[in-house]
């Protein structure tokens, strides 16, 4: 099947090789619940996308949801909107997404993980998650949210600033010129 990608490279809708991203700080909780800890660190801004960095943590006694130490992250799915017209969901199957041709498209890109005790009766999980969005966003304010599990009442949600991501972009720069 032919992409109408160079063999050597990667699709153009993939994290660009050989760059420095820029950096977008956040520091922002998505939620924050007695159990379950989700936050965005800072955005990593290339030419082509932008990588969220995320970081996570579920202990013991999650009610309503259905995590476990060995998968407490694989259940989380993310939506990313940016006004009324333009979502994107983590790991979309739908078929423009799949090829990378949708206005965006949000994916799983990497998930490191420790379980173990919690100092008492239960066990913890933390976590580190990134998610590439390709291309990058409008220049708008737009939402990140935790659309599964249902995350219950808590709030589920952050801000993203387009405008700040597609600024820092600019100024990613090539490991060699």
């Given at each position: ?35 379950l800890v989700v ?67 949000l994916m799983r ?69």
């Open positions: 099947m032919d992409s109408g990608e160079p063999e050597s490279a990667r699709p153009s809708w993939m994290p660009a090789d050989g760059v420095l991203a820029a950096i977008v700080p956040v520091s922002r909780f998505l939620i924050r619940a007695q159990h936050a965005l660190s800072h955005v990593a801004a290339y030419p082509n996308g932008c990588m969220l960095e995320m970081q996570a943590g579920v202990r013991a006694g999650v009610r309503g949801l259905d995590i476990h130490a060995r998968d407490a992250f694989d259940s989380l799915v993310f939506a990313l909107r940016f006004g009324d017209d333009i979502t994107a969901v983590m790991d979309d199957d739908a078929p423009w997404r799949a090829l990378g041709q949708g206005p965006l498209m890109y990497g998930l490191q993980s420790t379980a173990g005790p919690d100092g008492g009766t239960g066990w913890r999980s933390d976590g580190a998650l990134r998610l590439w969005l390709h291309p990058l966003p409008p220049a708008v304010t737009g939402t990140l949210s935790i659309i599964a599990p249902d995350p219950g009442p808590e709030l589920a949600a952050c801000p993203v600033d387009g405008r700040a991501i597609v600024a820092a972009a600019r100024h990613a720069q090539p490991y060699w010129p």
